[in-house]
């Protein structure tokens, strides 16, 4: 069973930044996908960005493009989220998550975590 647990939200200033972290573990293939999804008070939970275990290609959503980057960490399936110039719309939580197979389509996944909270407010 894979298990994936985040950490690193927070309270941060508009134009800020955060770095989330998320460490997965008991995958039984090397073909996956792993990434965050994103839940704002009120709305519907949104596939923000991931990265493929096999070649390292990314989505990433619109919303979140050139000012969001994932990288995988040196320890076998750890992954960052590095957040930057960030926004009050980015505020909610953040779940990582993974699932076998490739980046498209990052609307669903398989193993979640328990999310972690980003609060982006002066």
């Known amino acids: 069973q894979v298990q994936v647990q985040e950490s690193g939200g927070g309270l941060v200033q508009p134009g800020g930044s955060l770095r989330l972290s998320c460490a997965a573990s008991?995958?039984?293939?090397?073909?996956?996908?792993i990434g965050w999804f994103r839940q704002a008070p009120g709305k519907d939970r949104e596939g923000v960005v991931c990265?493929?275990?096999?070649?390292?290609?990314?989505y990433y959503a619109d919303s979140v493009k050139g000012r969001f980057t994932i990288s995988r960490g040196n320890a076998r399936n750890t992954v960052y989220l590095q957040m930057n110039s960030l926004k009050p719309e980015d505020t909610g939580v953040y779940y990582c998550?993974?699932?076998?197979?490739?980046?498209?389509?990052?609307?669903?996944?398989?193993?979640w975590g328990q999310g972690t909270q980003v609060i982006v407010s002066a």
């Open positions: 008991g995958f039984t293939g090397d073909y996956y996908a």
């Open positions: 990265i493929s275990s096999s070649d390292g290609s990314t």
């Open positions: 998550a993974a699932r076998p197979g490739s980046t498209a389509s990052w609307t669903e996944a398989d193993s």
